[in-house]
């Protein structure tokens, strides 16, 4: 309620006032007026109410309580409970209004630091139309990140901005944790990719959902979902239910078709082989962006290397590629096989050292993430970025949490 609306309020009590002193008013419009001026004084929006307004509701009430009879006063003027007829009224009366007058009663407080929180959620959007990037939230994958550590909050996903889209990429534990400590609002969000139905990949996926849900109760603004089948099914039942979600797509990368998220931004997923359920459960997707037909922005996701993906990372001319690499962890076979001179050994389920080299010489992008790391590389991915930038003569980082790239 504004404060033109308090005003006309509080005048059209004071005018019921003066009424009840000269015996011309009835109980239910005193009762009326009660009901009225508790729900200004605990508004959704009562910390706004001026300490001029505050008073003057508290004082009306004490007035109007005194001529019902309800003793209102007494509870107002004293944090300490006062009986009432019921116990129940007794607690429920000393809560919300217990020592008001010297000070903000107990749920006074408590609709206040609500609003705060609210206040939070409904921080305005912080990307623009300019921003082109991919901001990394997270250090390690796997299991590690849910694990007790002295390194903070490592697990995390991707933020992708491009042409004014903001669109979270697989969610995992700790993922809401960097997304907001990194100056991130809800608001940035207007889309939510998960890849394949592992914990590491959606865990903060429901958490996420949550907080936009708060977002969408002071904001009509919907947000699409792009999943995986076994991740869309798994949460069927809460995304139906969510008044917020304006769509939900399927990623199939075996129709591999272009979604357009915006006139400039589209998206397709690609082939993986990477078992989600069990062996030859192929249902995760990677990520291939194109913003405005001239950057692209490959995102390998959990998947060994296999022939069959050459044409789908096949360099393009004229267009600028970032090239974001599962890499994992580290393999035997692909190491015996490259001492012994034989074809290239490639890990079934992760593109490792060999998958990540013949996904450079197939994409030839302009810089390499090394990402999707097992915290076993912790100390080595450093000295593996540099062997790429040397041999390759591309630049190449190692995803670490708060690092951005633009595109």
């Known amino acids: 309620m504004n404060t033109e609306s308090h005003r006309k309020s509080l005048a059209k009590a004071e005018q019921l006032r003066a009424k009840v002193m000269s015996g011309e008013c009835d ?191 002071d904001n009509c603004k919907k947000i699409d979902l792009y999943l995986d089948e076994k991740t869309r099914v798994s949460f069927s039942e809460l995304i139906s239910a969510a008044p917020y979600v304006r769509t939900t797509v399927t990623l199939d990368s075996k129709k591999q078709e272009w979604i357009n998220l915006s006139a400039g931004l589209r998206l397709r997923p690609l082939k993986t082989r990477h078992d989600v359920t069990g062996p030859g459960d192929w249902s995760g997707v990677g990520l291939d962006f194109r913003l405005k037909k001239e950057h692209r922005l490959l995102i390998t996701g959990d998947t060994g290397w296999h022939e069959s993906f050459s044409r789908d990372y096949a360099a393009e001319d004229s267009v600028h590629t970032t090239l974001v690499a599962h890499v994992s962890t580290v393999n035997r076979d692909e190491m015996i096989a490259a001492v012994l001179g034989g074809p290239p050994q490639f890990y079934e389920k992760h593109l490792c050292v060999q998958g990540l080299c013949q996904a450079i010489e197939t994409s030839k992008p302009r810089v390499v993430i090394i990402s999707e790391i097992g915290e076993e590389l912790k100390s080595v991915a450093a000295y593996l970025a540099k062997l790429i930038e040397s041999t390759y003569k591309v630049k190449c980082h190692v995803c670490r949490n708060g690092l951005e790239i633009d595109f």
């Not at 007790?148 to 889209?165: A, E, I, L, M, Q």
């Not at 990719?193 to 977002?215: G, K």
């Open 27 to 217: 109980r239910s419009a005193v009762e009326g007026a009660v009901q009225e001026l508790l729900e200004l004084l605990f508004a959704e929006n009562s910390s706004s109410v001026s300490a001029d307004s505050r008073r003057a509701i508290l004082d009306l009430l004490g007035f109007f309580s005194t001529w019902l009879g309800k003793g209102l006063q007494d509870t107002m003027s004293s944090s300490a409970p006062r009986p009432q007829q019921s116990k129940r009224d007794t607690v429920v009366r000393a809560f919300y209004l217990g020592g008001a007058l010297d000070e903000l009663s107990a749920a006074e407080k408590a609709f206040h630091a609500r609003g705060q929180l609210r206040a939070r959620i409904r921080r305005k959007r912080v990307i623009m139309d300019v921003d082109h990037y991919i901001h990394f939230l997270k250090d390690y994958s796997s299991f590690s990140p849910l694990l007790v550590t002295d390194t903070g909050k490592t697990g995390g996903g991707y933020f992708v901005s491009g042409d004014n889209v903001g669109c979270v990429v697989d969610p995992g534990p700790h993922f809401l944790d960097n997304f907001l400590r990194s100056q991130h609002v809800i608001d940035d969000i207007d889309c939510i990719v998960v890849t394949h139905f592992h914990d590491d990949h959606y865990a903060d996926f429901p958490a996420l959902l949550s907080l936009i849900y708060q977002r969408s109760r």
